[in-house]
């Protein structure tokens, strides 16, 4: 590739905080965030769904970069800036073998992160 590395990672950092600020503008009060929708039949509520993933994801992928900085980096280059696994390896100078280590690993965490994020939603706790 031919982009430096810290070019690739702030790109991976600044797609994750255009995409959450963006559901957090929505759902702000001056942008009618308190408002309740009404669904149409023919119109999927898709959005608010995706909104709400990628609030929970954002959330759980602060919490694993406290814990693993490096599969952090390796979720935002993959998911973010939409980086293979093999090129998120080459920008954070890592063998193929570790970066799919963090993969895997990151992937295993923030799904039971964000399970968990539901979950305690559900309770109201």
Sequence with gaps: MGQPRPLLRGAAEAMRRILVDGV???????????RHRVNLPDVPAEPEVADEKLLALDAALTRLAAEDPVAARVVELHHFAGLSIEDAATALGLSRATAYRHWKYARAWLRDAISGLRACCKKGV
């Design 24 to 34: 957090r503008r929505k759902r702000s009060e001056k942008h009618g965030g308190h």
